[in-house]
């Protein structure tokens, strides 16, 4: 989970960013870092010009990342369903696969090399 993907779910000023950010510097390994930049950058920003796709994305991963997240940092949140669980341990899982397989650092956006 990240900041872009939060502003783009939520809104910069958002408790749901700031869950974000706190998981993904806690949990998050560089490996799961380099393939969630590389596919979350471009969703985040189709997510703030399309607000149907943006909805689609929140409702179906993101909300679930955020509750799945605040859960494990003991945050007062609404807690996860065990279906949030499921979806948010498989999507960390896959992101661990894809960034072990990514042999070169990402560069995302802004510059930042990961």
Same mark, same amino acid.
């Given at each position: 989970m %990240? @900041?872009? @993907? #939060? !502003?783009?779910?939520? #809104?910069?000023?958002s408790r !749901?960013? %700031?869950?974000? &950010?706190?998981?993904r510097d806690r949990f998050l390994s560089t490996q799961a870092l380099r393939a969630y930049f590389a596919v979350y950058e471009p969703v985040a920003a189709r997510m703030q010009q399309d607000e149907a796709y943006r909805m689609h994305i929140r409702t179906h991963l993101t909300d679930k990342?955020? &509750?799945y997240g605040a859960a494990v940092l003991k945050m007062d949140y609404p807690p996860p369903s065990a279906a949030d669980v499921k979806c948010a341990r498989a999507f960390i899982e896959q992101l661990e696969r894809v960034g072990a397989e990514m042999t070169q650092p990402f560069t995302r956006a802004n510059g930042e090399v990961i």
């Open positions: %990240d @900041s872009e @993907s #939060g !502003e783009a779910a939520y #809104g910069p000023q !749901e960013v %700031d869950i974000a &950010r706190c998981f990342l955020v &509750r």
